[in-house]
């Protein structure tokens, strides 16, 4: 049986003081057995040079790849609620368990040999404080995705919570929608100033202006709870109690167990 490995140097953990960004991953992994939205954790180990992850493979490859094999970059509105479904359960699982992502990308949404999404990466994720807000001035995250409270907390100007996630949430929405993140810049610098003075959805299409709402976070639909997501118009007719019943849109055409098609390849 083919597993997929995630390789941590330790020297670079300790280096970049990322110790804790390991343990959170790990502590989230160990959740996944109670969780159909995120890869399984099958061990964990260490040799002397690095730490490692064996998890479940999950053959279709990622949201980013699914999008670029389209001939416009973008999915359609039908494609787009079934993904954006399945995502808005694996985050809020992932707050049910008392974390917040950080870090959520077309990227780290793979789509596993029978079409459905698994959030990954957990290396951003923090543990939530008792009051639903965390401590920390890091801002974490991918400059197109990241949220402006956290972009705020380094300055100590804010706390945020869970609804950083639905921020990136709405942005990926948006993406697949639209075929770019809203805020995108070729300088990281323009993005985050345009993220900071900005709550425009710029041409998108009004019916869904406020469920991408990219606002303060007081505002921000999500807020009070994942039913003020569900319960938009735009999933009207979805089950989201048996959704993974539902047929994909995309369904992975592996030619073996080892079939790595829907992967780039990288040169270390």
Same mark, same amino acid.
């Given at each position: 049986?083919?597993?997929?490995?995630?390789?941590?140097?330790?020297?670079?953990?300790?280096?970049?003081?990322?110790?804790?960004?390991?343990?959170?991953?790990?502590?989230?992994?160990?959740?996944?057995?109670?969780?159909?939205? *995120?890869?399984?954790?099958?061990?964990?180990?260490?040799?002397?040079?690095?730490?490692?992850?064996?998890?479940?493979?999950?053959?279709?490859?990622?949201?980013?790849?699914?999008?670029?094999?389209?001939?416009?970059?973008?999915?359609?509105?039908?494609?787009?609620? *079934?993904?954006?479904?399945?995502?808005?359960?694996?985050?809020?699982?992932?707050?049910?368990?008392?974390?917040?992502?950080?870090?959520?990308?077309?990227?780290?949404?793979?789509?596993?040999?029978?079409?459905?999404?698994?959030?990954?990466?957990?290396?951003?994720?923090?543990?939530?404080?008792?009051?639903?807000?965390?401590?920390?001035?890091?801002?974490?995250?991918?400059?197109?995705?990241?949220?402006?409270?956290?972009?705020?907390?380094?300055?100590?100007?804010?706390?945020?919570?869970?609804?950083?996630?639905?921020?990136?949430?709405?942005?990926?929405?948006?993406?697949?929608?639209?075929?770019?993140?809203?805020?995108?810049?070729?300088?990281?610098?323009?993005?985050?100033?345009?993220?900071?003075?900005?709550?425009?959805?710029?041409?998108?299409?009004?019916?869904?202006?406020?469920?991408?709402?990219?606002?303060?976070?007081?505002?921000?639909?999500?807020?009070?709870?994942?039913?003020?997501?569900?319960?938009?118009?735009? *999933?009207?007719?979805?089950?989201?109690?048996?959704?993974?019943?539902?047929?994909?849109? *995309?369904?992975?055409?592996?030619?073996?167990?080892?079939?790595?098609?829907?992967?780039?390849?990288?040169?270390?």
């Amino acid at each position: 049986k083919i597993y997929a490995m995630k390789t941590l140097n330790k020297l670079y953990i300790l280096r970049c003081k990322e110790l804790s960004f390991y343990m959170q991953e790990r502590n989230v992994l160990k959740l996944s057995e109670h969780s159909t939205w *995120f890869p399984k954790l099958l061990t964990s180990f260490q040799d002397s040079q690095n730490l490692y992850f064996v998890m479940e493979f999950a053959g279709g490859g990622d949201l980013l790849n699914l999008l670029g094999r389209q001939d416009n970059l973008v999915l359609t509105e039908e494609e787009t609620r *079934f993904y954006m479904a399945e995502i808005i359960l694996a985050v809020n699982d992932l707050h049910k368990f008392g974390y917040t992502h950080r870090d959520i990308k077309p990227q780290n949404i793979l789509i596993d040999n029978d079409g459905h999404i698994k959030l990954a990466d957990f290396g951003s994720c923090i543990k939530l404080n008792n009051d639903g807000l965390v401590n920390s001035r890091v801002p974490v995250g991918t400059s197109d995705y990241i949220s402006p409270e956290v972009l705020q907390a380094q300055e100590g100007k804010t706390q945020y919570g869970a609804e950083c996630d639905w921020w990136s949430v709405g942005i990926l929405m948006y993406e697949l929608l639209q075929g770019d993140p809203p805020f995108y810049s070729d300088f990281t610098a323009t993005t985050y100033a345009q993220i900071m003075n900005s709550d425009v959805t710029r041409d998108l299409i009004e019916k869904y202006f406020k469920l991408i709402k990219l606002c303060d976070r007081e505002k921000r639909i999500g807020l009070n709870g994942v039913e003020e997501i569900q319960n938009h118009p735009f *999933f009207n007719g979805i089950d989201w109690n048996n959704i993974r019943s539902i047929k994909p849109p *995309f369904l992975p055409q592996l030619k073996s167990p080892e079939d790595t098609q829907y992967f780039e390849e990288y040169e270390n």
